[in-house]
């Protein structure tokens, strides 16, 4: 659907979206190569029209999605007295 979105009513958006979504369509040409499939020459070829190498695993996609372990980012330190339970009767 995406890529006739692209053909045919806006390929500059239509880009935007397989680049927004590019994790995903590597994982999926990876899980189609790694099961012998046909359609993966497919998504392989869609793959690379967008910019940059395609990752070599799964460990890559997700690095290139970004994921990883959680960052505290808001400013209060995770051991800080205030984020402990109340004690006794002063709740």
Known sequence: MVLEFAA??????????????????ELLR????????????????????LPGPS????????RMAGYGPPTESVGLDAYDPRLLPM????Q
């Open 30 to 49: 990876l899980a189609l190569l790694r099961d012998n499939l046909p359609h993966a020459c497919v998504v392989e070829l869609v793959c690379s029209t």
């Open 8 to 25: 045919r009513v806006s390929p500059e958006d239509g880009f935007e979206l397989l680049q927004r979504y590019r994790p995903s369509l």
């Open 55 to 62: 990752p070599e695993d799964e460990s890559a996609v997700a």
């Open 87 to 90: 004690t006794g009767g002063n």
